[in-house]
Each structure stands twice: as C-alpha cells, then as structure tokens.
C-alpha cells in the first residue's frame, strides 16, 4: 500500500522560511513524478513544482526563485525548501506522487505566514 506523509508546516513570519518534507512508502519509485500543489482558503488547489524521478525540477512561477525541490538520499524524500515567504503562500501544502498511472496524495501540512 502506497502511503504518502508530508511533515515541516507551521507558523512563519512574512520574509521567513520553512522546509517542508514529504515521505513515500509502498511504491516502486522507478518512473514517477513527486510533486507539491497547495490550497489555499476558497482557491483551488495549485501545482507548486515537481521533480521527476530523473531529476528534471519544475516550478510554478509564483515561486520561482524562491522555493527549491530536492530529494533526499532516500529517492522517497522529498524537501520543499520556501524562502522569501509572503501571506499569500499561506496554504495547505500536499505532497503528490504519480506512478504507473496511479496518484497517491499526502493528508496536507498547514502552512500559514502572518506577522
């Protein structure tokens, strides 16, 4: 069974930074995609960036330049580092995981940024 844990949110202050982490279990990890979308209050739901199982990173470009993907030793990891923040990041931050035409979603970490 294929289960995906997201951990890191919280509190930040405006300008601050937070890493998020998000776990995989159960999958085969050979060609798949983990990817970040977010929610924020009364919006849809976003894709924040991805990275492929070969390493390829995308952004969404209201985060370019100031969130980074990277994967951990364990290719299940995977860290959202979010600099720079600002209140309209605040958001419930999903990790996502794609593979072999099946998706499987984390429970979300809450992230809010507010002085």
């Known amino acids: 069974q294929v289960q995906v844990v997201e951990s890191g949110g919280g509190l930040v202050q405006p300008g601050g930074s937070l890493r998020l982490s998000c776990a995989a279990s159960?999958?085969?990890?050979?060609?798949?995609?983990m990817a970040w979308y977010r929610q924020a209050p009364g919006k849809q739901r976003e894709l924040v960036g991805s990275i492929l199982s070969g390493g390829t990173i995308d952004y969404a470009d209201s985060v370019k330049g100031r969130f980074t993907i990277s994967r951990g030793n364990a290719k299940n990891t995977v860290y959202l580092q979010m600099s720079s923040l600002h209140p309209e990041d605040t958001a419930v931050y999903y990790c996502?995981?794609?593979?072999?035409?099946?998706?499987?979603w984390g429970q979300g970490t809450q992230v809010i940024v507010s002085s």
């Open positions: 159960g999958a085969a990890f050979r060609l798949y995609t």
């Open positions: 996502n995981l794609k593979e072999y035409g099946s998706e499987y």
